[in-house]
């Protein structure tokens, strides 16, 4: 078992920044990759960026260049710095656990809203 607590949602201006932040905690040896999606109404949930165990990193390209995942190993913690934000970036975010048995589990999202 793997859960997951996000932080960091709320509302700002477009080419704002925000830092959103996941708490994980459970079986984290287990971890293959984490990740962040986001999804909006009426829509599937999308990977926006991932972070594998062996360091590598993946962007949607619709975030390239903007958006930064990392990782802090002593916290158990993991971030997407957002940055140059724009109306279409408005979502509820989730935090995302693919573990090695092919299970994903999620946090309950933080909602992400870029608006004038």
């Known amino acids: 078992q793997v859960q997951l607590v996000e932080s960091g949602g709320g509302l700002v201006q477009p080419g704002g920044s925000l830092r959103l932040s996941c708490v994980v905690s459970?079986?984290?040896?287990?971890?293959?990759?984490l990740n962040w999606y986001r999804q909006t109404p009426g829509n599937e949930r999308e990977l926006v960026a991932s972070?594998?165990?062996?360091?590598?990193?993946d962007y949607a390209d619709s975030v390239k260049g903007r958006f930064t995942i990392s990782r802090d190993n002593t916290k158990n913690a993991l971030y997407l710095q957002m940055n140059s934000l724009k109306p279409e970036d408005t979502a509820v975010y989730y935090c995302n656990a693919y573990v090695f048995a092919g299970r994903n589990y999620w946090g309950p999202g933080t909602q992400v809203t870029v608006s004038s």
């Open positions: 459970g079986s984290i040896f287990s971890i293959y990759s």
């Open positions: 972070s594998a165990v062996d360091g590598s990193t």
